[in-house]
C-alpha cells in the first residue's frame, strides 16, 4: 500500500509544555489508523498539526510526498484532507441540509463571477452536489432530519451531521477527533458503522479516540500516544498485548477514579 | 412525497409573491413624481436612494462578521475621487464615477488583509482610527483637497440632471443596480459562504473556505459600492467637504442597518429610507431635531429590536392568522 500521509519528527511546544514531542507516523492509502491515547497525550494537538490549524515547531507533514507542513487548513481540505471536532460544531441555526452544503464548499463553490452570473457550469455543480448531498444525508441516516434546525437535534445526531459535513467535502484523508465520544452503544455502533463505510468508498481515515474497544474493533493499525511521542505503533492484535502500552494505558484504565 | 411538494410549491409562491412586491414598489418610486410635484419631496426621494446604496454596502461587510466604522471614509475617497477628476481635469462623468469605486475599492484592498484579521472590538476601534485619518487628510491636503471648504461647483453627471426630479430617476436607476448586485452576491454561493465565515470561522474554514480572501474582496466591493454612493452625492449636492465623511456619518450608516434590521437586505435598505427623511421632517423643530432623533431610535430599538423590518414582517404574520 502507497503512503498518504507522513509524519516525520514533529514537535510543538506550548509554553513549558511539550504537547508533541518528535511524532513520527504514517497513513497508507485506505487504511482507517486509530490514534490512541489518555487525556493529554496530544491527540487533539496532533490532528490540529496535521490539519494546519497549529504549525509544528519542528519536523515534516507530507502528503503524497508534498510537503504541507504548516499549510492553511482551507488550503488543506482543497487538497483533500478534512477534520472533524471534538464537541459538536455544527451551525447551530441552520437545517442539516444546509450545514451539510455548507461542509461541500469545495465541489459547491464555483468561483465568485461564475456564482455571480449563475453560468451552466456553477448551476450543474450545484445540482451534482445537491444530489450527492441528498445521498449522503440519506446513508448517513439523517434523510429524515435534513430539514430540521440543526441545534434541535439529539446529541447523537449532531456527532453524525460534524462527520458528514467533512464527508461532504470529499475527502482523501478525514481526521475524526473522538466521533464517538458520549454516544450511546447503539449511536457509537452507528458511527462506526458510517466509518467503514466511508474506508469502503475509498477514503482514508485518522480517528481518534481514547476508548480502546472502540478502537481496536475499527482500525487496522493504531498508534498509541503517551505524553506527546508515539509508544507503539502496529495492529489491534500487536498494540493490545504491547507490555508498554499496558502499562501505560490500559493499566490507568484500571485503576479506580 | 405530498407534503414535499406542498412545501415546495409554498416556496415558489413566497418567491412569486417577493417579486410581485418588488414590481409594486419599483412602480410607485417611478410613477410618485408624477403626480407629486414638490422639488422637496424628489430632493429628499433622491437621498433616500442614494443612502441605500452605502447601507446596503455596509450590510455586506456586516454580513461577514464586522463591524466597520470607517465606511463614510470611502463615501468621501469616491466623492473626491469624482470630484477632483471631474472639475480638475475634465474627465467625463462615466469614467470619473468609475474610478469613484475603484479607488475606494483598491485601497481597501491593500489595508483589507490587515484590518481583516483583527476581530471584535479591534477591528471597530482600528477602523474608526482609519475613518478618522481619511478625515485628517481630506481635511489637510489643501492643495490637493481644498482643504476644510472642500470642492465647490462639481458638475451634474449631465446637463439633462440638472433638474432634481431628472436626478431622482437617475439615482433610482443607479441605486436599483448597486442594490441589485449586493442582493445577486448575497443570494450566490459567496453569499451563502459569507454566512457560514460568520457563524463559525473555524467550521468554514475546515469545509475548505479561505476566510481572509473572502473578507477582503467583500469588503473591497462595499467599499468600491459606496464610493459609488460618494460620486452620485457629490454631482447631487454639487460640493465636497470633510466635514461631510466623518465619524458621524460612518455612525449613521451603521444605525440604517440596526434600525433597518440586520438580518436581511431589506433593513438597511428600509433604515436607510426612514433614517435620511427623518432628520429632514424634523426641520420644523430646530432645537428639537437632534433629540427628536434621539427618542425615535430609542423608541425603534426597545420596541422593534428586530429592527424597522421586524414591523413589517409582525403585520404579515397578524394579517395570515
Redesign the interface.
Known amino acids: 500500500m502507497s503512503v498518504l500521509l507522513e509524519v516525520r519528527g514533529v514537535s510543538k511546544r506550548f509554553g513549558a509544555v511539550q504537547a508533541i514531542e518528535r511524532l513520527d507516523f504514517e497513513v497508507k492509502q485506505g487504511e482507517i489508523l486509530g490514534i490512541i491515547g489518555p487525556n493529554g497525550a496530544g491527540k487533539t494537538t496532533a490532528i490540529n498539526l496535521i490539519?494546519g490549524v497549529i504549525r509544528p515547531d519542528s519536523g515534516r507533514i507530507a502528503l503524497v510526498g508534498e510537503d504541507v507542513t504548516g499549510m492553511?487548513?482551507?488550503?488543506l481540505?482543497?487538497l483533500g484532507v478534512?477534520?472533524t471536532?471534538q464537541a459538536t460544531?455544527?451551525?447551530?441555526?441552520?437545517t442539516v441540509r444546509e450545514n451539510v452544503?455548507?461542509?461541500?464548499?469545495?465541489t459547491?463553490?464555483?468561483g465568485?463571477w461564475p456564482?455571480?452570473l449563475?453560468t451552466g457550469a456553477?448551476r450543474a455543480a450545484?445540482r451534482r452536489t445537491e444530489a450527492t448531498i441528498g445521498e449522503l444525508l440519506g446513508w448517513l441516516g439523517l434523510g429524515e432530519v435534513a430539514e430540521a434546525e440543526a441545534r434541535n437535534l439529539p446529541y447523537g445526531y449532531q456527532k453524525v451531521l460534524g462527520l458528514g459535513?467533512?464527508l461532504?467535502?470529499r475527502p482523501r484523508l478525514a481526521m475524526l477527533d473522538e466521533p464517538a465520544a458520549g454516544l450511546s452503544h447503539d449511536e457509537a455502533a452507528h458511527v462506526a458503522d458510517v466509518i467503514r463505510r466511508t474506508n469502503a468508498d475509498g477514503v482514508s481515515l485518522i480517528v481518534v479516540d481514547h476508548n480502546m474497544r472502540f478502537i481496536t474493533r475499527l482500525c487496522h493499525r493504531i498508534v498509541v500516544l503517551h505524553h506527546g511521542t508515539e509508544l507503539a505503533t502496529g495492529t489491534p492484535q500487536e498494540v493490545t498485548r504491547d507490555p508498554r502500552v499496558i502499562d501505560a494505558y490500559l493499566g490507568t484504565l484500571h485503576e479506580p477514579a | 412525497m405530498g407534503l414535499r411538494a406542498l412545501v415546495e410549491s409554498a416556496g415558489a409562491g413566497l418567491r412569486r409573491r417577493r417579486w410581485l412586491w418588488l414590481g409594486v414598489l419599483g412602480a410607485l418610486l417611478v410613477a410618485w413624481p408624477i403626480f407629486i410635484h414638490e422639488v422637496f419631496f424628489a430632493y429628499i426621494a433622491t437621498l433616500m436612494l442614494l443612502y441605500t446604496i452605502g447601507a446596503a454596502s455596509l450590510h455586506l461587510v456586516l454580513r461577514t462578521g464586522h463591524l466597520s466604522l470607517c465606511h463614510a471614509a470611502f463615501m468621501g475617497l469616491g466623492g473626491y475621487t469624482s470630484a477632483l477628476l471631474t472639475t480638475r481635469l475634465g474627465w467625463p462623468f462615466a469614467l470619473a464615477f468609475l474610478a469613484s469605486g475603484l479607488v475606494p475599492a483598491a485601497v481597501a484592498l491593500v489595508v483589507g488583509p490587515i484590518l481583516l484579521r483583527l476581530r471584535g472590538v479591534y477591528f471597530v476601534l482600528i477602523t474608526f482610527t482609519l475613518g478618522e485619518i481619511v478625515r485628517l487628510v481630506l481635511n489637510e491636503w489643501k492643495s490637493l483637497t481644498g482643504g476644510a471648504d472642500g470642492i465647490f461647483r462639481i458638475p451634474p453627471p449631465s446637463p439633462l440632471l440638472v433638474d432634481k426630479r431628472a436626478y431622482y430617476y437617475f439615482a433610482l436607476a443607479m441605486a436599483a443596480i448597486c442594490v441589485g448586485v449586493i442582493a445577486r452576491i448575497l443570494s450566490s454561493q459567496t453569499g451563502r459562504y459569507i454566512d457560514s465565515i460568520r457563524e463559525s470561522e473555524r467550521l468554514a474554514q475546515s469545509s475548505g473556505v479561505p476566510i481572509l480572501r473572502f473578507k477582503v474582496m467583500i469588503f473591497a466591493i462595499a467599499c468600491g459600492f459606496v464610493g459609488f454612493q460618494g460620486s452620485l452625492l457629490a454631482h447631487f449636492i454639487t460640493f465636497v467637504a470633510p466635514g461631510s465623511y466623518t465619524f458621524s456619518e460612518s455612525l449613521n450608516l451603521l444605525v440604517m442597518n440596526v434600525i433597518g434590521g440586520m438580518g436581511g437586505l431589506a433593513g438597511p435598505l428600509i433604515g436607510a429610507a426612514f433614517l435620511t427623511a427623518l432628520p429632514e421632517f424634523l426641520r420644523g423643530w430646530v432645537e428639537l431635531q437632534r433629540v427628536l432623533y434621539g427618542v425615535v431610535l430609542v423608541l425603534v430599538m426597545l420596541f422593534v429590536p428586530g429592527g424597522l423590518i421586524e414591523i413589517g414582517r409582525r403585520l404579515l404574520s397578524t394579517g395570515r392568522s
Not at chain 1, 492553511?72 to 488550503?75: A, T
Not at chain 1, 460544531?89 to 441552520?94: G, P
Not at chain 1, 452544503?101 to 469545495?106: E, P, V
Open positions: 490539519s492553511r487548513p482551507d488550503r481540505v482543497r478534512v477534520r471536532f460544531t455544527i451551525y447551530q441555526e441552520r452544503r455548507r461542509g461541500a464548499f469545495t459547491l463553490y464555483p465568485f456564482g455571480f449563475g456553477a450545484e459535513m467533512a461532504a467535502a
